[in-house]
C-alpha cells in the first residue's frame, strides 16, 4: 500500500474528533484505508502547542500538509475554504468535513 494513502484525522485529548478547525487540531491520529491506527501524531502548530499559529495564515495548509505529508485524506469538524480549496488544487489533499465525534466512524462514513 502507498503511504501516501493514509488518512488524518484531527482529534482532541480525549480521541474524539476536535470541534474546531482541522489546521489546529492539538493531534491527529494516522489510519491506513483497514481502518487500523498507524501513528497518534503532535501538530506543533495546534491548540495547546507552543508554536501555535493563526488557523487563516496563508501557510497554514503547507505547514499541515508538511506534518501530514504521508496522508492524502484530512478528516475534521471544520476547515475554511480557502485551505480546502488549496489543499485539493495545490496540494492534492481529499478535505471531508463530518459532524462524527468517533475517528473509525467519521472514515468508515469516507470510505463508503
Same mark, same amino acid.
Given at each position: 500500500?502507498?503511504?501516501?494513502?493514509?488518512?488524518?484525522?484531527?482529534?482532541?485529548?480525549?480521541?474524539?474528533?476536535? !470541534?474546531?478547525?482541522? &489546521?489546529?487540531?492539538?493531534?491527529?491520529?494516522?489510519? /491506513?484505508?483497514?481502518?487500523?491506527?498507524?501513528? #497518534?501524531? *503532535?501538530? !506543533?502548530?495546534?491548540? &495547546?502547542?507552543?508554536?501555535?499559529?493563526?488557523?487563516? /495564515?496563508?501557510?497554514?495548509?503547507?505547514?499541515? #500538509?508538511? *506534518?501530514?505529508?504521508?496522508?492524502?485524506?484530512?478528516?475534521?469538524?471544520?476547515?475554511?475554504?480557502?485551505?480546502?480549496?488549496?489543499?485539493?488544487? #495545490?496540494?492534492?489533499?481529499?478535505?471531508?468535513?463530518?459532524?462524527?465525534?468517533?475517528?473509525?466512524?467519521?472514515?468508515?462514513?469516507?470510505?463508503?
Amino acid at each position: 500500500m502507498n503511504t501516501k494513502d493514509n488518512i488524518a484525522v484531527a482529534v482532541n485529548k480525549n480521541t474524539k474528533l476536535w !470541534p474546531g478547525h482541522f &489546521g489546529i487540531s492539538p493531534y491527529y491520529y494516522i489510519y /491506513d484505508r483497514d481502518r487500523n491506527l498507524i501513528e #497518534k501524531r *503532535i501538530n !506543533p502548530h495546534g491548540a &495547546g502547542h507552543t508554536n501555535h499559529s493563526h488557523h487563516d /495564515d496563508d501557510n497554514q495548509p503547507k505547514m499541515i #500538509k508538511e *506534518i501530514l505529508n504521508d496522508c492524502d485524506v484530512f478528516i475534521g469538524k471544520r476547515m475554511g475554504e480557502k485551505s480546502k480549496q488549496k489543499l485539493a488544487e #495545490k496540494l492534492g489533499v481529499t478535505t471531508i468535513l463530518t459532524k462524527e465525534t468517533d475517528p473509525i466512524k467519521a472514515i468508515e462514513e469516507y470510505l463508503k
